[in-house]
């Protein structure tokens, strides 16, 4: 099998855009691992550079420790598999099957045997005779991984290969996917913009966005430990409320997080308190997910928000209601310009040891440009910079019965988990104890 580490990898187009920046990553034999990310991100272009497609600007792409930069597509021993599945429409689908075996001189018999191996094993032993027009886009998209996978390649690279089908056979054929290349014990870069597939099928999510690696780690670490604001907006359904909070110490008590007119707070023996403490006086955002909050009784002790329904959402198994707390909201916005897209090239490298020491200490290395700021930072404050995040009146998302004797208006208790609150720092990074 195959590993593939990226180096400092960076890809910039002729016009000047950078669609990878510096990447580093490195995927282990056999493993499953995920690129995962919004159209525009950059993780199609970190795969075709994978597979030899694009050269990188900058960097290096290792395969099995070697160099790959100057290795033609034909000696890198992948396969890959495409969106639009790419079948020779003139031939039946045993003959898409066999042409890469064809190609390699293979004789007829041993071919044969190959192409019906595999073809069992994706469930379209029965159709091998026909043409791609008479198959259903379930089994194209098996008679292309059929393809790639009758190669017998050290490396799998797939380009978002269920987005054209529907929803249920898309559930269906990740299962198939999954499940027969773990089977095969071979090395699987997927990219998606799908985070069910991602959290579903991957041994590992590497989260990318506008060009830049924001987190890297198992479905559960990525999920329950999010590196980044980004991070933390992109994964869950319904999305993590993001709220802006001001910061109290009370020394040897507890640490007030006040939201709005109302108020939480963190014991002092959370060993997240230490951390939060840091940013006495200044705001960093909280972060919530709906299975974090429970609707109790008004007059219930412990942390509670109080607030009113602005709407109701059904989903059948579960309804969404969407509180109005008095807090005010951070929302993550893809729209915006490029991730410091007004920092020098040359200047990037300061700035992510910067960043690697605030993971590290809770501090960043490389001060604000805003003198009267307590906090450093090479980015900016998410909190003040209405371009990349705006701010607007929270609606908490609070998960309720199928149809509950509520409606819009209606007050609204909510318990809240201290233990599940996420907390991040203006620049949009994780305040956390430590780095995993």
Same mark, same amino acid.
């Given at each position: ?174 299962? #198939? ?248 720092? #203006? ?10």
């Amino acid at each position: 099998m195959t590993t593939v580490a990226l180096k400092d990898v960076t890809k910039v187009f002729r016009d000047g855009t950078v669609a990878v920046d510096s990447v580093s990553l490195d995927v282990n034999d056999g493993e499953f691992m995920v690129l995962l990310g919004p159209s525009g991100c950059g993780k199609s272009t970190v795969l075709r550079m994978v597979a030899g497609l694009e050269e990188p600007t900058s960097g290096a792409v290792m395969l099995d420790g070697e160099v790959a930069n100057d290795l033609p597509p034909r000696e890198r021993k992948i396969a890959m598999v495409f969106q639009d599945f790419a079948l020779y429409p003139h031939m039946s689908v045993g003959d898409n099957i066999a042409f890469p075996l064809k190609l390699a001189g293979i004789e007829p018999a041993p071919r044969g045997e190959r192409v019906a191996d595999v073809a069992s094993a994706l469930g379209i032993g029965d159709v091998l005779a026909r043409r791609p027009s008479q198959l259903s886009g379930g089994q194209r998209q098996r008679v292309a991984m059929g393809r790639a996978i009758v190669r017998r390649p050290g490396l799998f690279l797939m380009d978002e290969p269920l987005s054209n089908l529907d929803s249920g056979l898309r559930a269906e054929l990740r299962a #198939e996917i999954s499940g027969l290349t773990r089977e095969l014990g071979v090395t699987t870069i997927y990219v998606t913009h799908d985070q069910a597939e991602a959290l579903t099928m991957a041994d590992r999510v590497a989260i990318m966005r506008k060009g830049v690696l924001q987190d890297v780690g198992t479905p559960t670490q990525v999920y329950g430990r999010p590196a980044t604001l980004y991070v933390a907006a992109f994964l869950g359904s319904p999305r993590m409320n993001l709220l802006e909070a001001s910061v109290y110490v009370h020394l040897d008590r507890y640490v007030t997080l006040t939201l709005g007119d109302q108020a939480l707070y963190l014991p002092w023996d959370d060993i997240r308190s230490r951390a939060v403490a840091h940013y006495h006086g200044e705001r960093i955002v909280v972060g919530m997910r709906a299975e974090a909050l429970t609707p109790v009784a008004p007059d219930s002790p412990g942390d509670v928000l109080q607030g009113r329904i602005r709407y109701l959402e059904h989903h059948g198994h579960e309804s969404l209601a969407f509180l109005d707390i008095g807090a005010t909201a951070i929302v993550v916005d893809e729209v915006g310009a490029p991730a410091d897209s007004d920092t020098p090239f040359g200047q990037r490298g300061l700035r992510r040891f910067g960043q690697v020491m605030q993971r590290f200490t809770g501090r960043a290395a490389v001060p604000d440009a805003n003198p009267n700021s307590g906090r450093t930072s090479g980015r900016t404050s998410v909190l003040n910079d209405p371009g990349r995040h705006h701010r607007r009146p929270a609606e908490l998302a609070v998960r309720l019965a199928p149809y509950p004797a509520v409606s819009a208006g209606h007050p609204l208790a909510i318990k809240v988990r201290m233990d599940a609150l996420h907390f991040f720092d #203006e620049r949009g990074d994780r305040i956390d104890v430590g780095w995993r």
